[in-house]
């Protein structure tokens, strides 16, 4: 018989600044713009978020100096489907596309902070709608996420 495990919400902290970001750019480009803009540090992690069928790109960066974190999570991931059937169609195929947040589809990708200090989310966000290549940015309520177990790491 197999055993289930699941993660009591005691055992992590749901305090955390979420900005949501809406940008063409492939993630290390706009990681790179994020790091050279805010002078940060983000640096992809060896192995990809994965969730369910999804693999989502995370990037990191630990401030000693303000002891914050700073992450970058892609929010969309794609997976190409054979579809078997015979006909006209047959060898025909699909993307499928998987999200770390559902209810945020249409976000391109999310800004997460770890800090102790209050209100930097705002000024963060400043920093961020200051970069041309993306197209939107603001905060996201993390208490009305459903999903947001998916951004613990």
């Known amino acids: 018989m197999a055993t289930t495990y699941k993660i009591s919400s005691e055992l992590y902290?749901?305090?955390?600044?979420?900005?949501?970001?809406h940008s063409s750019m492939p993630a290390y480009t706009l990681v790179y713009y994020l790091n050279s803009?805010?002078?940060?540090?983000?640096?992809?992690l060896e192995?990809?978020?994965k969730i369910g069928r999804g693999n989502f790109p995370v990037y990191e960066w630990y401030d000693e100096k303000t002891d914050s974190s700073y992450y970058v999570y892609g929010n969309q991931s794609t997976e190409e489907e054979t579809l078997e059937s015979v006909g006209l169609f047959?060898?025909?195929?699909?993307?499928?596309?998987?999200?770390?947040?559902?209810?945020?589809?249409?976000c391109d990708y999310f800004f997460r902070i770890d800090t102790d200090f209050p209100k930097i989310e705002s000024n963060v966000l400043r920093q961020i709608k200051l970069i041309e290549g993306i197209a939107l940015a603001y905060l996201v309520d993390v208490d009305?996420?459903?999903?947001?177990?998916?951004?613990i790491l």
């Open 13 to 21: 902290d749901e305090s955390f600044g979420l900005i949501a970001l």
């Open 144 to 151: 009305t996420l459903k999903s947001k177990q998916n951004l």
């Open 90 to 106: 047959s060898n025909a195929s699909t993307i499928k596309s998987y999200y770390l947040l559902d209810e945020k589809k249409e």
């Open 47 to 49: 192995n990809d978020f």
């Open 37 to 44: 803009t805010m002078e940060l540090r983000l640096s992809r």
